[in-house]
């Protein structure tokens, strides 16, 4: 899916506006997540349109997906993927996550949602390190398979 990889790269364009330099990198997705908050609390004072939130979600879900596969993840053989209903996210053989409706929650349910917690949860699932069946993956839960 190329074209995950050429949204991701808007979005570093993108973050540019805001005067944020966006390299890929785990650390970066504090400010990608300061981004995300400052749209959060745009569309809490007055609702964007959902064709505005839905775009920033895949711009910046694209981005946290290859964030995670530059990390690591596409060495231990995941990849982008649509799901049947066309929705694109990482996956390997059973294991899926998906980034865009991650980012879609974080602009409108706010930072009970945030991209660093997501980057860790699904980095330690993929590797083994972290329990789903851990109470805390709660709100983390509904966005990895």
């Known amino acids: 899916m190329e074209d995950m990889k050429k949204l991701a790269e808007r979005a570093v364009e993108a973050a540019k506006f805001w005067k944020l330099d966006l390299d890929y990198s785990a650390e970066s997705l504090e400010p990608a ?5 400052r749209i959060y609390l745009l ?5 964007l ?3 505005i939130l839905v775009s920033t979600a895949e711009l910046y879900g694209a981005y946290v997906g290859e964030v995670l596969l530059r990390c690591g993840l596409k060495d231990l053989g995941f990849a ?3 799901n049947e209903e066309g929705c694109a996210g990482i996956e390997k053989e059973d294991f899926r996550a998906e980034p ?3 980012v879609y929650k974080r602009i409108t349910l706010g930072p009970e949602h945030g991209l660093t917690d997501f ?3 699904v980095f330690g699932l993929a590797v083994g390190a972290v329990d789903l069946d851990d109470p805390r993956m709660r709100i983390l839960r509904e966005d990895v398979v």
């Open 33 to 37: 997540d300061q981004l995300m908050h």
């Open 43 to 47: 569309n809490m004072r007055q609702p």
């Open 100 to 102: 865009v409706t991650k």
């Open 80 to 82: 982008w993927a649509e």
């Open 49 to 51: 349109p959902e064709e």
């Open 119 to 121: 980057f860790e949860v």
